[in-house]
């Protein structure tokens, strides 16, 4: 009964509006009242332990990065040079959405800063070459999932702490399936392309040409090698390379590029500001929620009552995937990790799945939810840049879900797909 009550609470709270952060907070507290003899300081004290960690301050970081990225001059640099080789392609300009957003997405570690950055430059530039004004952004929505994916990644560090998993191993086993996300998202593009109409750039291609973007994008380029070089060269832990990667960015969009201002730097970090107090204040709350449920045993009641569903891994891991689809169009990724991933892990290891593993099926499954109404936030924030209702996205943003969900798949029911990078480096 507790545990009914515990969601319904917090789903009702949820459903009438109020922000997630007060809604996990205020089911919580109803839940010790009736249920418990607690005292409530237990709240206020989880609260603070849950935000008081090293490895969560690579958060605001890696946030600030990317929006000095952006507006620095590093994304549309990347997107120049991907454009060179890719551009003349039928769907060019989208595949080279993809391509720009997993450059990106390997140094901002967030989905929304990677849809928001390649879709101010791109939406228009497929609208200008006759692509339609939905699909653009559909596109720009969608591959800004691979921001949370391909490292670094924000809902990793997130996943590391709350399971006492290595954030190292979790970036390493995300470069995998971060990149079938982009081949996925390129292949249905050129597809849907290809049946109406969108041809790619006519430029022919030149190496003068290449050489040119090349050294008009080196900077940008070498951004990702250093923040990822680093972390598996054991330079400096994932933290630190957050704060190497807003150093490297500032210096870059300032003084190489000259495209920061005051201006532009005090946006960014009144955004950064912003985002992280918003994550950090649902991070506390959500630690004040995982620990009622400890103590209280959900996860193995829940645990239990899964496994007594099916004894079948094969359909147990897909009813997995389908609640945590479900959960992602409903709720954020930080939240929803902070609590389905204690619930979650004792059940998926005893299939055998490893933390590592379920830590790339859990955030792809909520990176989904990124693109799937009500929810959907890279769908509200390309709809804004393109000036379109979210509901005209729909009908092209189909193809590009089914495109993710094979590779969700893929990574689910095939270890190697995430892990051969995590025991190759291991040997």
């Not at 979790?170 to 079938?180: C, V």
């Not at 990702?224 to 990667?245: D, K, N, Q, R, W």
């Amino acid at each position: 009964m507790e545990i009914a009550v515990l969601f319904i609470c917090m789903l009702g709270l949820i459903i009438i509006g109020m922000p997630i952060g007060y809604a996990i907070g205020a089911a919580t507290l109803v839940s010790l009242i009736v249920y418990t003899d607690i005292p409530l300081i237990l709240i206020a004290q989880n609260a603070i332990k849950g935000v008081d960690s090293f490895p969560l301050m690579a958060i605001p970081f890696f946030i600030l990065a990317g929006t000095l990225m952006t507006h620095g001059g590093i994304a549309k640099r990347i997107l120049n040079f991907a454009n060179v080789f890719i551009g003349r392609i039928t769907g060019g300009l989208g595949i080279v959405t993809t391509v720009g957003c997993m450059f990106f997405g390997a140094i901002s570690g967030s989905a929304i800063a990677t849809t928001s950055a390649m879709g101010s430059m791109m939406i228009p530039a497929m609208e200008e070459k006759k692509y339609e004004r939905s699909f653009g952004a559909a596109i720009c929505a969608s591959a800004g999932t691979i921001g949370i994916i391909i490292p670094p990644s924000i809902p990793f560090v997130v996943y590391g702490v709350v399971t006492n998993t290595s954030i190292g191993d979790l970036f390493i086993a995300g470069i995998i399936p971060g990149i079938l996300m982009g081949i996925a998202l390129m292949i249905a593009c050129y597809i849907v392309s290809k049946k109406r109409g969108y041809v790619g750039d006519h430029v022919p291609f030149s190496m003068a040409r290449v050489w040119t973007e090349f050294k008009s994008a080196i900077w940008a380029l070498l951004a990702p090698v250093i923040v990822l070089g680093g972390i598996y060269g054991g330079i400096f832990t994932p933290t630190e390379a957050a704060v190497i990667s807003v150093i490297y960015s500032f210096i870059i969009g300032g003084f190489v590029y000259k495209e920061l201002n005051l201006k532009n730097i005090k946006q960014a970090l009144f955004d950064t500001v912003v985002i992280n107090g918003i994550t950090t204040f649902m991070i506390g709350l959500s630690t004040v929620f995982s620990t009622y449920l400890s103590l209280n045993q959900i996860p193995q009641k829940i645990a239990d009552f899964l496994l007594g569903v099916t004894d079948n891994a094969i359909l147990l891991l897909l009813l997995i995937n389908l609640f945590l689809l479900v959960v992602g169009c409903l709720v954020d990724n930080i939240p929803a990790c902070i609590i389905l991933a204690p619930i979650l892990l004792p059940v998926v290891s005893n299939l055998g799945m490893s933390p590592i593993q379920f830590g790339i099926v859990l955030t792809m499954n909520l990176a989904i939810g990124f693109v799937t109404p009500p929810y959907g936030p890279n769908l509200f924030v390309a709809s804004s840049i393109a000036h379109i209702s979210v509901d005209s996205m729909f009908k092209n943003i189909v193809p590009f879900i089914l495109a993710l969900f094979i590779v969700l798949m893929i990574v689910t029911y095939f270890p190697a797909a995430s892990m051969f990078m995590v025991d190759m480096m291991a040997r």
